[in-house]
Nanobody, 127 residues
Framework: AQLLEESGGGSVQSGGSLKLSCVAS????????MQWFRQAPGKEREGVAC???????RYVDSVKGRFAISQDNAKKMLHLQMNSLNSDDTAKYYC?????????????????????WGQGTQVTVSS
């Protein structure tokens, strides 16, 4: 089974930066996509950033220009550099593996299409 473990979350003041990492314990097929999601209390889970199979990066509009996703060549680690953080970025951040990129709100049905999820890492931004 594939295990994903996130790290790097924490508390930061508005305007600050954090770098999240996700390590995969098993093999990630080249046809699969690792990406970042987040979920704030009372809100839907949303896809934040992904690297598509063609290498193109995709971001939800609210983080464009502030967040950067990267991945090692072996697809064993995924990172999310988050700059200029604000209170709207407060959420639990998850990495997941699936067959496609999903940016924006994701439904319960679509969540099940991602076969593997980490436990998440909390990011709290205070103003």
């Amino acid at each position: 089974a594939q295990l994903l473990e996130e790290s790097g979350g924490g508390s930061v003041q508005s305007g600050g930066s954090l770098k999240l990492s996700c390590v995969a314990s098993g093999y990630i097929d080249s046809s699969n996509v690792m990406q970042w999601f987040r979920q704030a209390p009372g809100k839907e889970r949303e896809g934040v950033a992904c690297i598509d199979v063609d290498g193109e990066t995709r971001y939800v509009d609210s983080v464009k220009g502030r967040f950067a996703i990267s991945q090692d060549n072996a697809k064993k680690m995924l990172h999310l550099q988050m700059n200029s953080l604000n209170s709207d970025d407060t959420a639990k951040y998850y990495c997941a593996v699936g067959g496609f990129c999903h940016i924006g709100a994701i439904s319960s049905r679509e969540i099940r299409l991602f076969g593997y999820w980490g436990q998440g890492t909390q990011v709290t931004v205070s103003s």
